[in-house]
């Protein structure tokens, strides 16, 4: 069983190269299949799921690797209640989203955890 390792974004895209760096990380690590990615979007991180991205730093790395993440077979996940979530539009991705007591479960569950 490979460990799973939870990829926890919450700096903002608008503002910070982390988010995109994360997600490159997260797709890189995930095409290896030695460890299980779940990539966890929380706060303004949420906007990395936008239909438009164009105003975020390092905006090609959303492009080319959020769909990577998602196609490697673990779930983007998203903070329950944004207010990120209402004006993303059509999100290039499929995502969930859940809650702080499933976030805390899924941090235990983790054997690694990466915080961007």
């Given at each position: 069983?490979?460990?799973?390792?939870?990829?926890?974004?919450?700096?903002?895209?608008?503002?910070?190269?982390?988010?995109?760096?994360?997600?490159?990380?997260a797709a890189g690590v995930g095409t290896?299949?030695?460890?299980?990615?779940?990539?966890?979007?929380?706060?303004?991180?949420?906007?990395?799921?936008?239909?438009?991205?164009?105003?975020?730093?390092?905006?090609?790395?959303?492009?080319?690797?959020?769909?990577?993440?998602?196609?490697?077979?673990?779930?983007?996940?998203?903070?329950?209640?944004?207010?990120?979530l209402d004006g993303l539009g059509d999100s290039p991705?499929?995502?969930?989203?859940?809650?702080?007591?499933?976030?805390?479960?899924?941090?235990?569950?983790?054997?690694?955890?990466?915080?961007?």
């Amino acid at each position: 069983m490979n460990p799973r390792v939870l990829v926890l974004v919450t700096s903002d895209p608008r503002t910070s190269a982390r988010p995109a760096e994360a997600i490159r990380i997260a797709a890189g690590v995930g095409t290896w299949k030695k460890a299980d990615i779940t990539l966890y979007l929380r706060g303004p991180a949420v906007l990395a799921l936008g239909e438009w991205v164009d105003d975020l730093v390092d905006e090609d790395n959303f492009t080319r690797y959020l769909p990577i993440v998602a196609g490697s077979g673990g779930p983007v996940l998203v903070q329950r209640g944004a207010a990120e979530l209402d004006g993303l539009g059509d999100s290039p991705v499929a995502f969930e989203a859940i809650d702080d007591a499933r976030l805390a479960e899924l941090a235990a569950a983790s054997e690694s955890v990466l915080r961007f």
